[in-house]
């Protein structure tokens, strides 16, 4: 069975700290994804990644920074965070090619006072 | 610009009825279109997935249907059970990259 672990469930930080969501993966998957998850909104994309070192925005990048220096592992950085940032952050992989399915990791709830 | 659409928001039927999810997309390049199912306080997983070249595909008691030229498709759970209660989000893929979900629907089964 994929594994997609994330390192914290639940998080609670101050306004203007740096934060690091770690994310970890144990099936060689390709792509990597965080998404952040509230309540009536879904889930939204804030970046992706195809491959180590390499990073795409997704459609809620502002904010956020991403980091992928080896191919397990995928890391969500708030540079300064901020209350509107509280939320549940959920990392994702897929195998690629023409497999899309994503496997979830059990996500990390962030709150920022 | 990426768009789906997910309706209603909030679904409530009785035990053995059936329950009916509808999603719109706003790419017409988009080729498919998975549903995932997030049971209270664990993680999304898919259940089921389509691509543009099928029309319709079931699984045992859920089916999905694709109309590619209105751009819809639908989720469909029969003869419904308690442990069908869950948060149901559709996706669409865009750019052959990126999976843009709906906003959800609350699918709630009474006995």
């Known amino acids: 069975d994929v594994k997609v672990t994330q390192s914290s469930r639940y998080l609670v930080k101050r306004t203007g700290e740096k934060v690091f969501l770690e994310c970890v993966q144990d099936?060689?998957?390709?792509?990597m994804f965080w998404y952040r998850q509230d309540p009536g909104l879904g889930l939204r994309l804030i970046y992706f990644?195809?491959?180590?070192?390499?990073?795409e925005k997704g459609d809620i990048p502002e904010g956020y920074s991403v980091s992928r220096e080896k191919k397990e592992r995928f890391s969500l950085i708030l540079e300064s965070a901020s209350t509107n940032q509280t939320s549940m952050y959920l990392c994702?992989?897929?195998?690629?090619?023409?497999?899309?399915?994503?496997?979830f990791g059990s996500g990390t709830q962030l709150s920022v006072l | 610009g990426e768009n789906v659409e997910q309706h209603p928001s909030t679904l409530s039927v009785q035990e053995g009825d059936s329950a009916v999810i509808k999603c719109t997309y706003s790419d017409s390049a988009s080729n498919y279109f998975p549903w995932y199912k997030q049971e209270l306080g664990k993680r999304p997983q898919l259940i089921i997935d389509?691509?543009?070249?099928?029309g319709e595909k079931k699984d045992q008691r859920i089916a999905v249907t694709l109309n590619k030229t209105a751009k819809h498709f639908s989720l469909h759970i029969t003869e419904t059970q308690p442990e069908d209660s869950a948060v149901y989000f559709c996706?669409?893929?865009?750019?052959?990259?990126?999976?843009?979900f709906g906003t959800g629907t609350r699918l709630q089964v009474f006995p």
């Open positions: 994702a992989s897929s195998s690629g090619g023409s497999n899309e399915k994503l496997f």
């Open positions: 099936m060689d998957h390709e792509n």
């Open positions: 389509i691509r543009s070249n099928v």
């Open positions: 990644s195809y491959d180590v070192k390499m990073k």
């Open positions: 996706a669409a893929l865009y750019n052959t990259d990126k999976l843009i």
